[in-house]
T-cell receptor, first 118, second 112 residues
Framework: GAVVSQHPSRVICKSGTSVKIECRSL??????MFWYRQFPKKSLMLMATSNEGSKATYEQGVEKDKFLINHASLTLSTLTVTSAHPEDSSFYIC??????????????FGPGTRLTVT | QQQVKQSPQSLIVQKGGISIINCAYE??????FPWYQQFPGKGPALLIAIRPDVSEKKEGRFTISFNKSAKQFSLHIMDSQPGDSATYFCAATTGGGNKLTFGTGTQLKVEL
């Protein structure tokens, strides 16, 4: 149980275009999802916390107009990178909490999405 | 105060040996300390976790030791195998499933 999927796993887009990444909890309802960014050989950097039915909470320094997050249902959160530039190229990872199993501290991570902006 | 310091940055262990990774924290409000294993190109996977009311937790070859007074915790991998070669992250969080604060990661290589 507690499986989180991401789609796509890899995406290449041209500079100036937008790209959407989906994060789904497959076998549980996730009231809270998190979006991270990870550079090569670095730790995970939290970008934002996404709560179902409300606006996302962004970490300091993260541009909310550039990284649009929508948590429209209990099983789906999306991250849209708008007007992408090469410096947005990174590994984006989502995670989700499963508050229903009595282990609400645990976060389950998706497999990640490799974004390359050319 | 939100930082979690992790060491070493990289570690090479012989097959069958013990791998030890250490973490230290400042925020005494942290009450949940998970360890994650990440393979290249993949998302982190929860390995084992501990709460501060116990000093040790063991699951198979993986053991967390926790020292509340020193605000330190460590991961021990017994009988290390080449398949354990990965990056390991410690993390900490406060109650209610709030955001995780990650350590900087340790790249483990287990050699034959």
């Amino acid at each position: 149980g507690a499986v989180v999927s991401q789609h796509p796993s890899r995406v290449i887009c041209k500079s100036g275009t937008s790209v959407k990444i989906e994060c789904r909890s497959l076998d549980f309802q996730a009231t809270t999802m998190f979006w991270y960014r990870q550079f090569p050989k670095k730790s995970l950097m939290l970008m934002a916390t996404s709560n179902e039915g409300s606006k996302a909470t962004y970490e300091q320094g993260v541009e909310k107009d550039k990284f649009l997050i929508n948590h429209a249902s209990l099983t789906l959160s999306t991250l849209t990178v708008t007007s992408a530039h090469p410096e947005d190229s990174s590994f984006y990872i989502c995670s989700a909490r499963d508050p229903g199993n009595g282990r609400d501290h645990e976060q389950y991570f998706g497999p990640g999405t490799r974004l390359t902006v050319t | 105060q939100q930082q979690v310091k992790q060491s070493p940055q990289s570690l090479i262990v012989q097959k069958g040996g013990i791998s030890i990774i250490n973490c230290a924290y400042e925020n005494t409000a942290f009450d949940y300390f998970p360890w994650y294993q990440q393979f290249p190109g993949k998302g982190p996977a929860l390995l084992i976790a501990i709460r501060p009311d116990v000093s040790e937790k063991k699951e198979g070859r993986f053991t967390i030791s926790f020292n509340k007074s020193a605000k330190q915790f460590s991961l021990h991998i017994m009988d290390s195998q080449p398949g354990d070669s990965a990056t390991y992250f410690c993390a900490a969080t406060t109650g209610g499933g709030n955001k995780l604060t990650f350590g900087t990661g340790t790249q483990l290589k287990v050699e034959l």
